[in-house]
Nanobody, 126 residues
Framework: QVQLVESGGGLVQAGGSLRLSCAASGRSFSYYAMAWFRQVPGKEREFVGAINWNGGTTNYADSVKGRFTVSRDNAKKTVYLQMNSLKPEDTAVYYC???????????????????WGQGTQVTVSS
């Protein structure tokens, strides 16, 4: 099993940048596919981006493509979400998620991820 802890959230002005981190504990992190999702109150959890086990393949939601980048450092057991050109509509709680069943995955489907962090709040002011 793996435990995930997000950090790096906060308040930023529109047009600014933030980098979220997701630190994993436990074995075999380097074999996990990882993803970021976000959620606002009253709405379903939304896919943001995903990365396969070795960082060679990524997948992004259209709403963040060209602005957000997912990366990982398996030696540090950490996955990152670099967010640039932030917009007020990016305001949400951001969650990282892990899938051990297929490290090659970059799925956008939340139900395919077994492990979830507690989330970190990102607020973008206009």
């Amino acid at each position: 099993q793996v435990q995930l802890v997000e950090s790096g959230g906060g308040l930023v002005q529109a047009g600014g940048s933030l980098r979220l981190s997701c630190a994993a504990s436990g074995r075999s992190f380097s074999y996990y596919a990882m993803a970021w999702f976000r959620q606002v109150p009253g709405k379903e959890r939304e896919f943001v981006g995903a990365i396969n086990w070795n960082g060679g393949t990524t997948n992004y939601a259209d709403s963040v493509k060209g602005r957000f980048t997912v990366s990982r450092d398996n030696a540090k057991k950490t996955v990152y979400l670099q967010m640039n050109s932030l917009k007020p509509e990016d305001t949400a709680v951001y969650y990282c998620a892990g899938d051990r069943s297929w490290g090659g995955s970059t799925s956008s489907r939340a139900h395919e991820y077994e492990y979830w962090g507690q989330g970190t709040q990102v607020t973008v002011s206009s």
